[in-house]
């Protein structure tokens, strides 16, 4: 059984920086493309970053402010935000999709909040 759960969420002012993590189990993680996901209510969840084997993508939002990272020895992804600001205020979410398949398994989310 997939279970991702992330963690590092939290209330920041803007200019602030924070460091999501996301520990996956049940999985072959180094078999993993991960990503980062972000919804706001009332809107469509949005592509953040995603990291595979060593190669990472960021959205246009996230890029020069976000770095995202892994560590297969821990089952971990990571995603680091600094310079933050109100509109990067969302749950957060991460996704795991096997290199080779189309299944995506995904965590229960974690809030961040930025305030002015």
């Known amino acids: 059984q997939v279970q991702l759960v992330e963690s590092g969420g939290g209330l920041v002012q803007a200019g602030g920086s924070l460091r999501l993590s996301c520990v996956a189990s049940g999985i072959t993680f180094s078999s993993y493309r991960l990503g980062w996901y972000r919804q706001v209510p009332g809107k469509q969840r949005e592509w953040v970053a995603s990291i595979g084997s060593s190669a990472a993508a960021y959205s246009d939002s996230a890029k020069g402010r976000f770095t995202i990272s892994r560590d297969n020895a821990k089952n971990t992804v990571y995603l680091q935000m600094n310079n933050l600001k109100p509109e990067d205020t969302a749950v957060y979410y991460c996704?795991?999709?096997?290199?080779?398949?189309?299944?995506?398994?995904w965590g229960q989310g974690i809030q961040v909040t930025v305030s002015s």
């Open positions: 996704k795991a999709t096997p290199i080779y398949g189309n299944l995506d398994d």
